[in-house]
């Protein structure tokens, strides 16, 4: 059964973001986060949060590595398939991670690292296979000018606010915290009662997909446009039993 992040993966991070933008939703892409050494990929998956802050320079020391707090500990707490997101506060003066972490990382089953800072190690990271998207590269350690705080916990990327899994959708046109939640909602138009999405659902599934498709976002679709979307396959199935 095609599954929620099935769908997601055919969609790009534009549609999603204009069918955000209709729900209310201005802010979900992260500025700054773009492909490191490729192009042509689609990730999707939940949201596993790190956050630094200014650097601290008592405490963002090389010693700090192996503290109880650090990135490395928080590596040790990704689960499989997450999707890193990293708030960096949009320094680019240091990079946050290099490859031995993120071939950790890779160990680990993480999906994607996003980011709305700098990476290090740019060929070693590249070589680690990590699907990687950040600001850029630079050569110097985070702890120059960042403190590592902590994970799990909600942050702000690229100027978007993520929480623990949140779901992320992310491509060649950067990353968007697509915010299902919104349209899993009852709601009410024109005095009329609608009943929720229900994204698990097969047949809500692919009038989802239907609609992000973007065909008709600029002129409207009708409900004749779905039907011939939607039921198009199911009659040719009809025809040839």
Request: glycine letters at 10%.
């Amino acid at each position: 059964m095609t599954t929620t992040l099935d769908t997601l993966r055919n969609v790009t991070t534009g549609t999603i973001t204009t069918m955000l933008l209709k729900k209310g939703i201005r802010r979900s892409w992260m500025a700054g986060a773009m492909p490191l050494g490729f192009s042509g990929k689609r990730v999707v998956g939940p949201a596993f949060t790190l956050r630094f802050v200014p650097v601290r320079e008592d405490l963002a020391t090389p010693a700090s590595w192996s503290a109880p707090i650090s990135t490395r500990s928080a590596i040790e707490a990704m689960p499989e398939n997450c999707v890193v997101v990293a708030d960096a506060m949009g320094v680019t003066g240091a990079g946050i991670f290099g490859d031995i972490l993120c071939m950790r990382m890779v160990k680990r089953g993480v999906t994607a690292l996003i980011t709305d800072g700098v990476m290090r190690d740019k060929h070693g990271v590249i070589a680690t296979g990590l699907a990687v998207w950040c600001a850029g590269v630079a050569a110097p350690a985070s702890v120059n000018q960042l403190t590592f705080v902590g994970w799990n916990e909600p942050i702000g990327c690229g100027g978007v606010a993520v929480f623990p899994d949140d779901l992320v959708v992310v491509d060649d046109d950067g990353a968007v915290r697509a915010q299902l939640d919104r349209v899993t909602r009852p709601a009410k138009l024109h005095g009329r009662n609608k009943r929720a999405l229900q994204p698990m659902s097969p047949a809500d599934q692919a009038l989802f997909l239907a609609v992000l498709r973007g065909e008709h976002r600029v002129h409207g679709f009708t409900n004749r446009d779905l039907a011939q979307q939607l039921y198009r396959a199911e009659g040719k199935d009809a025809a040839e039993r």
